[in-house]
């Protein structure tokens, strides 16, 4: 079983920033993508940001392009999401996710809120 620990949440003004961390830990053997997807009241999860094994190459929501960034600590199982520029838009609860490739399902951190305000 793997357990997270997500911080960083809170409440910010639009135009702020926010960090977000999710620090993995237990049985953890091997890791491919780390990432953050959102969730907002009334729609669906969604992916905001995926980042590779190395930690070389990642992947972002077009919503998201050139205000967040995701980066990663490959020794310590922990990934980070740098929000700049918050939008009232970007308000949701923010999952952390990691793949393992001995595993058939991804294992999710238990959510953040993020709250923007206009």
Sequence with gaps: QVHFVESGGGLVEAGGSLRLSCAATGNIFSVHNMGWYRQAPGKQRELVALIDSG??????????????????????????????????????????????????????????QVTVSS
């Design 55 to 112: 930690g070389a190459n990642a992947k972002y929501a077009n919503s998201v392009q050139g205000r967040f960034t995701i980066s990663r600590d490959k020794a310590e199982n922990t990934v980070y999401l740098q929000m700049n520029s918050l939008k009232p838009e970007d308000t949701a609860v923010y999952y952390c996710r990691l793949e393992q490739p001995t595993s058939p399902e991804p294992a999710w951190g238990q959510g953040t």
